[in-house]
Every structure is written in structure tokens, then in C-alpha cells.
């Protein structure tokens, strides 16, 4: 039974590489995506840093947004 | 009524939203493997086979639909001009792509067994074809151009000239004679498929569509910060 689980009664070279390709692809656009999301969260906070605390609080009273992402980004790290 | 489309409403929801799909999200990749892989009986003509479908219907169905998607809120944003839907095209294009390519690729992979042949210049395959290089267009238009205004009239042109491919990809097995095989699950009419593969199908979609809805969020959110971190810079 495993075997032909494994050969898929001779079509595992297909259905394995349908699957795989899928799988990998797949795990690789998340990985990416995940990566360039945490490299805008850092540079976000790094350009916050760059502010004086008068034009920080500015920032951050005027955009609820701005107060999400510094509260996630905290959260999340 | 678009104010809910705002930034400030959607980036917390975006948060919980992520959240809960990594949460449910691998309990029913695992339940839809195991119906795709173990649990669904081979095809009385392709053996198992038949199996790629599983990755391979969900993918042509959900590059079609990112396209529709993209083709209505092009069209809304030339008449309401509401500029999150620019992002919103922006974020779910890159996830059309990788689904019409893996659909390509799997279809290939299919067709060498049943059909005996990678590829046919047939009217299903080539018109998916097209479709990969309209979404290769749209992406270019964002990193190509720089003035936002005029990336959204190319990109809008590009998506509406592209809508025209969609009917032409839904119907080519039906206008033409295809060596690809008529629809076998009709929205309208009965279904041509049995209940222990229309099932596991089912389970496979519902997994694809979290990922994708997983992977437009996170781009979203992506671009969400983007624009906050350049007005900024703008102050």
C-alpha cells in the first residue's frame, strides 16, 4: 500500500511534481512576502526614529494607522 | 459607503484577519492532502492521475478570478476614483500570476500522461497563456512607470484589453474542438464529476483561496506601510 502510494500506480512522477512544484512555489512566495512586509515595518519604525518626539507625536496623533503599526510591529517583535 | 475601504478601517482587520487564517490554515491543508492524496479514488480512465487536478483546477479557477477581480475594480476606480482600489489591483496581481503559472505548469504535467503531450497549441492552453502575459503586463506597469497617475491608467487599460481573454478562456472548449476536456462543474446544470472527487476538490479550493487571501493581506498590509512610511517623509 505504501509503495503504491509512492508510485501512484505509475503516475507519481507527475502527480509528486504537481504537488511539489505547487508546495514550493507556494512556501516561497509566503517566505518573500513575509520578508519585504518586515522589512517596510522596520523601516517604518527606523524612519519614525529619525523624528523629534514633538514630530513623532505629531505623526502618530494625526494617523491612527501609524499608531497600529507601531503597536503590531512592537507586538510582533 | 467606500469609507470602509479606508486604511484605518482595514489595517486592524487585516491584523485579525491574518491572524486567524495561520490559525485554521494548516488543520485543513493537512484534511485536504490526505482527501487529494489518499482518501479520493483514482479515475476509471486516468488512474490516479487524476490527482493533479486537485492542484490543478483550483489554481486555473482562482488566476481567472484575481483577474476579474482586477478588470471590476479597474473599471470602479475610473469611475468613483477611489484610489485603494489601485492597491488593492496592485496586491492581488503577483497572486494571479503564481496561480495562472502553477495552473500552466500543472495542466503540462497532466496533459503528459493522459494526453501524451507537455503542450498543444490548443485553444484552452494558449488563451491561459495569454492570460499569464497580460497579468507579466500589468505587474511591469508598476515597476516600470513612476507617476502613479499614469500607472493606473496603463494598468487599467492593460486589465479591461485583458478582461476581453477571460469569456475566450471560459468558453474555448465549448467554441473550438480542444484536446483539453469540456468543463466537467457547471455554477448552473449538473456536475459531471462524482461526490468523492467533487469533495476533495472542494477542500483543496477552500485551501488555496486562504493562501491567497493570506498572501493579499500581508501585500496589502505591505503597502499600507509603504505609503504611510512616505508621507512621512513627506512631512
Known sequence: ?77 | MFKFFSFTNSYLLIQKLIKFINSIFFLILLIGLTFALVLSPPDYLQGDAVRIMYVHVPSAWIGLACFSVITILSILNFIFKIKNFYFVNKSIAPIGLLFTCLAIITGSLWGQPTWGTWWAWDARLTSMLALMLFYIFYILTFKLLRKEELIIKVSSIIAIIGSINLPIIKYSVEWWTTLHQPASIKITGSNRIHSEMMLPLMVMLLVFLLYAALIFLMKYKTEIIRIKKKNIKRD
Request: charged share 20%; aromatic share 14%.
Open chain 1, 1 to 77: 500500500m505504501t509503495s503504491n502510494f509512492i508510485t501512484m500506480n505509475g503516475y507519481g512522477l507527475f502527480v509528486w511534481l504537481s504537488f511539489g512544484i505547487t508546495f514550493v512555489t507556494c512556501l516561497a512566495v509566503y517566505f518573500k512576502t513575509k520578508k519585504t512586509l518586515k522589512k517596510y515595518e522596520r523601516e517604518f519604525l527606523a524612519e519614525l526614529q529619525t523624528l523629534t518626539l514633538e514630530e513623532k507625536n505629531k505623526v502618530l496623533e494625526d494617523s491612527k494607522v501609524a499608531q497600529q503599526i507601531l503597536a503590531t510591529s512592537f507586538k510582533a517583535n
